[in-house]
């Protein structure tokens, strides 16, 4: 069994000899936004964890993270020794109807996330694209990592609500993918990408231009961003708007992380208490800051809450945004 002393301490017993891990799974591939979260996390998170355990990131890449929901729900572990990150909007896919998400995400146990999110739609400065208003006019090839994830869905739902004429081209293993994808010419912009990732990981390319931000997508803007529109402003119909708070209503818990259900509850309780504690760790600040990684957690609690909100939205209003995604 693994994280035996985690476990012990919450007077689980088991033979000394087992290792002392838990495992935290990364539903996208190395060296994305997700991943880089998940492994900061996990080299400051067991520290706060009863038995002090090693957290273990192991990446499970595949739909947009979607298998790795499906995993969490049916297959992990739910001891505690065990818990993961997914795409923020894979929580609602059983909500707008997508039969392969196999999960009821009101019953996870959300431990909290790690940034209240704004994504964009940023282009690649050499196609000529610089304003959301050219995404009207002319097709533009956007990259996705497949399945029900923001590169995938923002997009479409975009284009069915305000009408642009985004194509997808989509499949790539994570954003790392997109990005040499977009570099090597394959697509022309990316639209689902999370601020906080570009700001770590390509600063300068919007410095210099090698990157035009045309959109935010979100409820509210970033202060980084307050010349780049907000997508919400660009609503003609209270209809309209209806359905994109909907459909960025999970921007808010911008990089979730989740234990199977079940969990016993003082285990999850561990879980969502060292969760937070690590978001106000000053070595855990001290090396987001470094790395340049935006951190504006939510509580678990919080996360919670939120889920539940969403899953109770009136029907007509999810039937539109389902259509819309789709």
């Given at each position: 069994m693994?994280?035996?002393?985690?476990l012990?301490?919450?007077g689980?017993?088991?033979?000394?000899?087992?290792?002392?891990s838990v495992?935290?799974y990364?539903?996208?591939?190395v060296?994305?936004?997700y991943?880089?979260?998940?492994?900061?996390?996990?080299?400051?998170?067991?520290?706060h964890l009863?038995g002090n355990?090693?957290?273990?990131?192991?990446?499970?890449?595949g739909?947009g993270?979607?298998?790795?929901?499906?995993?969490?729900y049916?297959?992990?572990?739910?001891?505690?020794?065990a818990?993961?990150?997914i795409?923020?909007?894979?929580?609602?896919?059983?909500?707008?109807?997508e039969?392969?998400a196999?999960?009821?995400?009101?019953e996870?146990?959300w431990?909290?996330?790690?940034?209240?999110?704004?994504?964009?739609?940023a282009?690649?400065?050499?196609t000529?694209?610089?304003?959301?208003?050219?995404?009207?006019a002319?097709?533009v090839?956007?990259?996705?990592?497949?399945?029900?994830?923001?590169?995938?869905t923002f997009p479409k739902?975009?284009?069915?609500?305000?009408?642009?004429k985004m194509?997808?081209?989509?499949g790539?293993p994570g954003g790392?993918?997109?990005?040499?994808?977009?570099?090597r010419?394959?697509?022309?912009?990316?639209?689902g990408w999370?601020?906080?990732?570009?700001?770590?990981?390509?600063a300068?390319?919007v410095k210099?231009?090698?990157?035009k931000i045309l959109?935010q997508?979100?409820?509210e803007?970033?202060?980084?961003l307050?010349?780049?529109?907000?997508?919400m402003?660009m609503?003609?119909?209270?209809?309209?708007r209806?359905?994109?708070?909907?459909?960025?209503?999970?921007?808010?818990m911008?990089?979730?992380f989740?234990?199977?259900?079940g969990v016993?509850a003082d285990r999850?309780?561990a879980?969502r208490?060292?969760?937070?504690?690590?978001?106000q760790?000053?070595?855990?600040i001290a090396?987001?800051?470094?790395?340049k990684l935006?951190v504006?957690?939510?509580?678990g609690?919080?996360v919670q809450?939120?889920?539940?909100?969403?899953?109770?939205?009136p029907?007509e209003?999810?039937?539109?945004?389902?259509a819309?995604?789709r």
């Amino acid at each position: 069994m693994r994280a035996l002393v985690f476990l012990c301490a919450l007077g689980v017993t088991n033979a000394l000899a087992q290792p002392r891990s838990v495992d935290l799974y990364i539903g996208y591939s190395v060296g994305g936004g997700y991943d880089i979260y998940a492994r900061l996390l996990a080299r400051h998170m067991g520290r706060h964890l009863p038995g002090n355990p090693t957290i273990v990131p192991r990446n499970m890449e595949g739909a947009g993270s979607l298998r790795l929901a499906n995993f969490l729900y049916k297959a992990a572990p739910r001891d505690g020794s065990a818990f993961g990150t997914i795409g923020r909007a894979i929580a609602f896919e059983p909500l707008f109807g997508e039969q392969s998400a196999q999960f009821k995400a009101t019953e996870f146990g959300w431990l909290g996330s790690a940034n209240d999110e704004v994504s964009v739609c940023a282009a690649w400065g050499k196609t000529g694209i610089a304003r959301f208003e050219d995404l009207y006019a002319r097709e533009v090839f956007v990259g996705g990592t497949g399945g029900n994830s923001d590169t995938d869905t923002f997009p479409k739902a975009i284009n069915s609500i305000l009408g642009t004429k985004m194509k997808l081209v989509t499949g790539y293993p994570g954003g790392n993918d997109i990005t040499l994808a977009l570099q090597r010419g394959e697509v022309q912009a990316r639209c689902g990408w999370s601020w906080s990732s570009i700001k770590t990981n390509h600063a300068a390319w919007v410095k210099d231009g090698t990157l035009k931000i045309l959109a935010q997508l979100a409820l509210e803007k970033h202060p980084d961003l307050p010349q780049v529109p907000l997508i919400m402003d660009m609503v003609k119909t209270p209809e309209q708007r209806q359905v994109l708070r909907l459909v960025f209503a999970g921007q808010v818990m911008g990089r979730p992380f989740l234990a199977p259900p079940g969990v016993p509850a003082d285990r999850l309780a561990a879980l969502r208490k060292a969760f937070m504690a690590t978001m106000q760790d000053p070595l855990f600040i001290a090396e987001a800051e470094k790395i340049k990684l935006e951190v504006r957690p939510v509580s678990g609690d919080a996360v919670q809450k939120l889920v539940a909100e969403v899953y109770a939205s009136p029907p007509e209003v999810v039937k539109r945004a389902a259509a819309a995604l789709r």
